[in-house]
C-alpha cells in the first residue's frame, strides 16, 4: 500500500462546477499537508497547506484535513478553464521530504 | 527573482549511456530536492540536500544514481548506464531551508532512453 493515495482520474467538470478532490495517507505521523497544481510540462507549484484538521479557505480553494480519518481533501469553487491541471496532494515528512499522491488529472470544459 | 532552472529541458539517450542533469536552485536556498515523476507512478523523492551534504539518499533506486551539489548552489544527478525504465521526468525543487519552507520546483528535465 502506497503512504499517500489519490485517484488519478481524469475528473472532467463544467465550468462553474464545484470540484472535489481527495487523498488518503496511512502514516498518523504525518504532521503537513500540501495540495500542488501542476499544468502540462511545467512543475508543481504549491497551492495550499496546513497543518491541522478542519477547513482552509483561500479564494476559490478550500484545502480540509480529517486526521482521525487521515483523509484530505481540495474543493474548487466555480471552477474555471484555466484550473485544468494536475492536483497532487503532498504529506511531509521528516526534513521537508515530500510524499507525493499520484496525482488527479482536472478538466473543466467551457 | 529567477527561480529553479534545470538544463536540459529533454535529453534522450541510447541504453547504456550515462547522463547528467543539472539544477540551479533560488539563490540563496540551501536546501534542494531532487524527484522522479513517472507516467502512474506520480512523484517520487530521490535525494536531498542541505548545503552540500546529502542526508537522505533514501529515494535513489539504484547505485546508478548519484548526485552531488557543489558551493551550496547547482546541483547534478548522474545517471549510469541507463535503462528504459529510467525514462522519466526529474524534477529538482529548492526551498530555504530543510526544516520547514516552500518548495520550489524547476520545469523538469524529461529523459527518454531509447
Known amino acids: 500500500q502506497k503512504e499517500v493515495e489519490q485517484d488519478p482520474g481524469p475528473l472532467s467538470v463544467p465550468e462553474g462546477a464545484i470540484v472535489s478532490l481527495n487523498c488518503t495517507y496511512s502514516n498518523s505521523a504525518f504532521q503537513y499537508f500540501m495540495w500542488y497544481r501542476q499544468y502540462s510540462r511545467k512543475g508543481p507549484e504549491l497551492l495550499m497547506y496546513t497543518y491541522s484538521s478542519g477547513n482552509k479557505e483561500d479564494g476559490r480553494f478550500t484545502a480540509q484535513v480529517d486526521k482521525s480519518s487521515k483523509y484530505i481533501s481540495l474543493f474548487i469553487r466555480d471552477s474555471q478553464p484555466s484550473d485544468s491541471a494536475t492536483y497532487l496532494c503532498?504529506?511531509?515528512?521528516?526534513?521537508?521530504?515530500?510524499?507525493f499522491g499520484a496525482g488527479t488529472i482536472l478538466r473543466v470544459k467551457s | 527573482g529567477a527561480g529553479v532552472s534545470q538544463s536540459p529541458s529533454n535529453k534522450v539517450t541510447e541504453k547504456g549511456k550515462d547522463v547528467e542533469l543539472r539544477c540551479d536552485p533560488i539563490?540563496?536556498?540551501?536546501?534542494l530536492y531532487w524527484y522522479r515523476q513517472s507516467l502512474g507512478q506520480g512523484l517520487e523523492f530521490l535525494i536531498y540536500f542541505q548545503g552540500n551534504s546529502a542526508p537522505d539518499k533514501s529515494g535513489l533506486p539504484s547505485d546508478r544514481f548519484s548526485a552531488e551539489r557543489t558551493g551550496g548552489s547547482v546541483s547534478t544527478l548522474t545517471i549510469q548506464r541507463t535503462q528504459q525504465e529510467d525514462s522519466a521526468v526529474y524534477l529538482c525543487?529548492?526551498?530555504?531551508?530543510?526544516?520547514?519552507?516552500?518548495?520550489?520546483f524547476g520545469p523538469g528535465t524529461r529523459l527518454t532512453v531509447t
Open positions: 525543487a529548492s526551498s530555504l531551508t530543510s526544516t520547514w519552507g516552500e518548495q520550489y
Open positions: 539563490s540563496g536556498h540551501t536546501a
Open positions: 503532498a504529506i511531509m515528512e521528516y526534513g521537508n521530504k515530500l510524499v
